[in-house]
């Protein structure tokens, strides 16, 4: 809303000054005498050396053979970095550094030939000057078309006996560096090495990872997709298309259509313009801004003329990201100017040279409304304000030109060369005469020289010692009724350690754009953490799909590829973005489960020390004599020792326990029911044996007693050897659970627990065997069929429990093995004891021996 508002009062107002303190800020209004045929441009100036100071209206004489026109911002560069270099008294004393500019200099690249005074109609006419004795031919600059510097390369070269060196402003062309085609040239402007990774900075800013590319045909175009496509690569960006624009129009008109489709099919918010301005590249750019393709362009400072040309709509485009060398502010430049006699409309001619600097650097980060007045007026109000020409790229090419020339020269003189023949050598054309310094040795001077410009900036003349380039980052709008704005956004160096080469300024981003974020461009939304990135197939690295991290899988970043497993004692909550610290637990006697099991038990055993108390108490009576009483106390005391082992499971574990736990239950039940096997071998032999004997020999000497003793001792050997072997112990189960931590007991050795029960199965086997064979012999005496019930229900719940232990886990386990453990024990004291405790307590008649001998039953 801001940023509309902000258009509204541009447009139904005059231009608005920024306040900002650090970056600069430009209006532009906009020139109507653009030709769309005429876009190879290019300028010519030779620059010579006089004796003394030079006329005040020299310059002035120059500058009004020209109509001027937007390239005439080259020699009012030229004529202000010549002023500054005379006026400097350590360089060149008792000399003035001039150029002549031929009139029409700055035209079109294929008329510019028809003028050259090296041309073959005019190689015998002087070179459109007046040479005189005290004049000294320097050298020759040409820019800012690279088509311009190679048409003069190319002229010169039959005529290198002339002695003339050459100096080019414009964009830095590999073409150009070939030392063995132009061995006399030299490119003002540096190489644009760092431009890739400058660009790729800014999207890793913004978070751009989709990116479109438009470039010329040419080794210049390809060198930096080469370079570029690197630079992305190791942040893995990617190209949405890549437009290869030919410079052949005929090739480009038949094409012209796919590579418009390219860029308005493509997802692509951000597209990179590079290459010549003067090519069909340029004419593709204005034909996308015409149809009104909106997106983010990002271009070089060269592009500033072309983008200036657009006449766009409100709300028709993003804007344009311009990347600019770094160069310090040069002061001064309106101030010369006006100087100029008799230069008419000074303001005027400025305000059509291009972008404005309105000098707005105050203290607030705001703009005002200047006084009302319509946009037509706005030249009128613009004549009226105090602002400075911003320096182009071009323009300070040129500042630097002068300054390197003018360094050569007066280092040259300061090795007291001799003046004679040697210094300068004579050549006549026809009838003048021209004093030209020797090519070889100025040549020689120049390639060495290094200097710092009076505002601060190195310059290298040896191309092996360039120095990479620093950028400014420029934001451009362009507006109805030729109105442009443009505001410095930050800065890029590549000398600055990685990660603050880049600094822009945020708060100007949020004044211009009103809000400190750019739109995105990027082929798939990020995956936030808790995803990871699902690559699409035949699809670039930079469109993918979002999937959530498997099971206990987090992700804590963005655009992940791999999901990070918790540790063991750790769980990924819902959103599968951190690791929860699992909670410990373990059978307690808090838990509800824990506390009823533990209840059973303490009743159980309660149970089974009352019914050993009635036993005991009546010991005496038929019913518990006639079923072995000595038997019967031991069953009992075991009972109660397996109801009180299913206590050890309960609690959290330890090494005693875990130890205890399986012991005491394997020794205890093996008491319980060798106990039980005795008493009915017992039984059994007491009704087969009718005659005295050797049968009766062992019912007489209790010799069934002797099963308890050895049936326990095997276990104990049983349980000794697992002990040796690989005894219990303690155990955490993660797994289990979701978002807990077990603590169990583990068996240790699996092979020696099985073989703990099984041996509890083989004389609960036994048992139930032999209660079986006796359980139709006469009542009298005879429990043999509760003793046969009963091994059925302990088989029974042992059967069950294998099974269903195997298929439970960590607390659960513990659980199975105790309800077991309770169970079994409750059915031997239920079904053995129960029916005789029922006869003592509330039978008592029939607990006597005739009542026995009846053949009744319980």
Known sequence: MFILIFLFLLLNSPPLVSTIIHPKCFWRMKQNNDKQGDLLTGCIFFLLSVQGPVEKDYFNNILNRNIPTENNKFPLALTFSMDEVNRNPDLLPNMSLVFQWPKGGCRSVSSLYSFMPLSEENQYKPPNYECKEEIMCIMILTGPSWETSVMIGTLLEPYRSGQILQLTFGPFQNMLSDHDKFPYLYQMAPKDTALPLAMVSLMLHFNWNWIGLAISDSDQGTQFLSHL???????????????????????????????????????????????????TLAVSFRKWESLGIQRIWMTTSQWDVTTSKRDSTVGSSHGTLSFAHHHSEISGFKAFVQTLNPLKYTDEYLARLGWMNFNCEVSASKCKTLKNCSSNASLQWLMGQTFDMAFSEDSYDIYN??????????????????????????????HTHCRMLPLFQLHSFLRKTHFTTPVGEKVNMNQRQNLQAEYDIFQIWNFPKGFGFKVKIGEFSPYFPKGHQLHLYDDVIEWSIGSRQMPPSVCSADCGPGTKKFLREGSAACCFDCILCPENEVSNETNVEKCVRCPEEQYANREHNQCIHKAVI?????????????????????????????????????????NNRNLSYILLISL???????????????????????????????????????????????????APGRMRFFIVSRTPNYIIVICTLIQVILCAIWLLVSPPFI?????????????????????????????????????????????????????????????LLFCSVWVTFLPVYHGTKGK?????????????????LGCIFIPKCYIILFRPERNSLPKLREKTSY
Not at 265 to 275: C, E, H, K, M, R
Request: net charge neutral; proline share 2%.
């Open 731 to 791: 155990d955490t189960d993660a797994h289990s659970e979701h978002g807990q931590i077990i603590i169990v007991c583990n068996k240790g050795s699996v092979t020696a627990f099985y073989c703990v029960l099984v041996y509890h199965g083989f004389l609960a086997l036994g048992s139930f065997t032999v209660a079986f064979l006796a359980r139709n012999l006469p009542d009298k005496f005879n429990e043999a069929k509760f003793l046969t019930f009963s091994m």
């Open 586 to 626: 373990f059978l307690n006697y808090k838990d509800p489960l824990g506390m009823s099991l533990a209840s059973l038990a303490l009743c159980f055993s309660a149970f089974t020390v009352l019914v050993l108390g009635v036993f005991v108490k009546h010991h005496d009576t038929p019913i518990v004599k006639a």
């Open 401 to 430: 030109a002068v300054y390197t020339a003018a360094n050569a020269v007066h280092e040259m003189l300061l090795q007291h060369v001799d003046y004679g023949n040697n210094m300068f050598a004579d050549i006549k054309k026809g």
């Open 229 to 279: 496509r690197t630079e992305m690569e190791k942040h893995k960006f990617c190209f949405a298309f890549v437009s290869i624009i030919p410079v052949n129009k005929h090739l480009y008109m038949s094409r012209a259509e796919v590579y418009y489709n390219q860029i308005i099919t493509s997802s692509a918010n951000v597209v990179i313009i590079y290459g010549d301005t003067d090519s």
């Open 812 to 828: 659960v386990m513990v659980v199975v093995e105790v309800f077991s453990i309770l169970s079994s024990s409750a059915g031997l």
């Open 640 to 690: 109660m020792f397996c109801f009180l082992c299913s206590l050890l499971f309960i609690g959290q574990p330890n090494s005693a326990t875990c130890i205890l736990q399986q012991i005491t239950f394997g020794v205890a039940f093996t008491v319980a029911v060798s106990t039980v096997l005795a008493k009915t071998v017992t039984v059994l032999l007491a009704f087969i044996v009718t």
